[in-house]
C-alpha cells in the first residue's frame, strides 16, 4: 500500500508563498505523472498541476505564474510552490498520480487570508 504524507501548508496571508512536499513510500521514478491536488470546501477535487519523471510540467490556468510543481525521483518526493496566493487558493492539497490514483493521504490544509 502506498503511502502519501503532504506537508508544508498553514495560515498566509494573501501574496504570500509556501512551499508544499510530498513524500511517497515508493519509487516514483518510472512513473509516468506525479500531480498535485486541492479541494476547497464544498467543491469537488481538482489536479492543479502535474509533473512528468523527467521534470515536464502543466498547471491549470488559475495558478500558471505562481505556482511551480518539482519532483526529486531519488529522494521520492514532489514539491509545490505557492507564491502570490490568493484566498481563492484556500483548501486541502494532495499530491498523488496523474492517473491510476493511490488512496488518498491526508492532506495538507492551505488557508489564505485577504
Known amino acids: 500500500q502506498v503511502q502519501l504524507v503532504e506537508s508544508g501548508g498553514g495560515l498566509v496571508q494573501a501574496g504570500g508563498s509556501l512551499r508544499l512536499s510530498c513524500t511517497v513510500s515508493t519509487d516514483i521514478s518510472r512513473l509516468l505523472v506525479m500531480a498535485w491536488y486541492r479541494q476547497a470546501p464544498g467543491k469537488e477535487r481538482e489536479r492543479v498541476a502535474t509533473?512528468?519523471?523527467?521534470?515536464?510540467?502543466n498547471h491549470v490556468d488559475s495558478v500558471k505564474g505562481r505556482f511551480t510543481i518539482s519532483r526529486d525521483n531519488a529522494k521520492k518526493m514532489v514539491y509545490l510552490q505557492m507564491n502570490n496566493l490568493k484566498p481563492e487558493d484556500t483548501a486541502v492539497y494532495y499530491c498523488?498520480?496523474?492517473?491510476?490514483?493511490?488512496?488518498w493521504g491526508q492532506g495538507t490544509q492551505v488557508t489564505v487570508s485577504s
Open positions: 498523488n498520480r496523474g492517473t491510476n490514483i493511490w488512496n
Open positions: 509533473v512528468t519523471p523527467g521534470g515536464d510540467t
